[in-house]
């Protein structure tokens, strides 16, 4: 299975034979529209350039968060845990430590805000919330609420529940149990 950045690349690089233009070309003319949401550029992509949704989405997505260059995943996680929250930067990696651990098909996709644990759909994701908490984001659907396992109201609607890790001892079996759970149903 290829990586996010690999299938990323994969539309880059058919960009021009399937939509007539490049990236720095689609750049440009999203650059010259002055929107700046992405349903907005959506709209411009879908309605006056007949674009599919697909690359829309990936030229909206470039012009959004990686100011018109190439966007590199390592800069994205360095943003996340960087200022107040760098100390936050060891709990980040024994999560991905641990769920690298559950098997090669585990993909590990940074985003502006968070990190998204993917296997064939989102199972998890990792985000700095404050200057001295991690929070996991878990779909574990009809998993009932713990003290520790919360439902994860207003956090982040494409998970069910929520953990908050303060130290790197919160990095522990009933999380990895839990994270391995929403992995297996992934």
Known sequence: MASPEEM???MVANLKPNTGKTLAQWLKIVGASKLEKHGQILKLLKGEHEVTHGYANLIAWYHLNAGGGEPAS??????????????????YAALIKLVQGFGKDVEISPKK????LRRNKQFGLIQPS????????????GEPT?????ASGSFNSMCTHRVR???LKDV?????GWLKQAY???
Do not use: F
């Open 146 to 150: 713990t003290e520790r396992l919360e």
């Open 172 to 176: 522990n079996a009933e999380l990895k």
């Open 113 to 116: 805000a968070y990190v998204s």
């Open 165 to 167: 890790l303060e130290t």
């Open 184 to 186: 297996e149903k992934a």
């Open 130 to 141: 404050t200057a001295t908490r991690v929070d996991v984001g878990l779909n574990l659907k």
């Open 8 to 10: 990323r690349d994969s």
């Open 74 to 91: 390592d800069d994205l996680v360095g943003t996340q845990y960087s200022g107040k929250k760098e100390g936050l930067k060891p709990i």
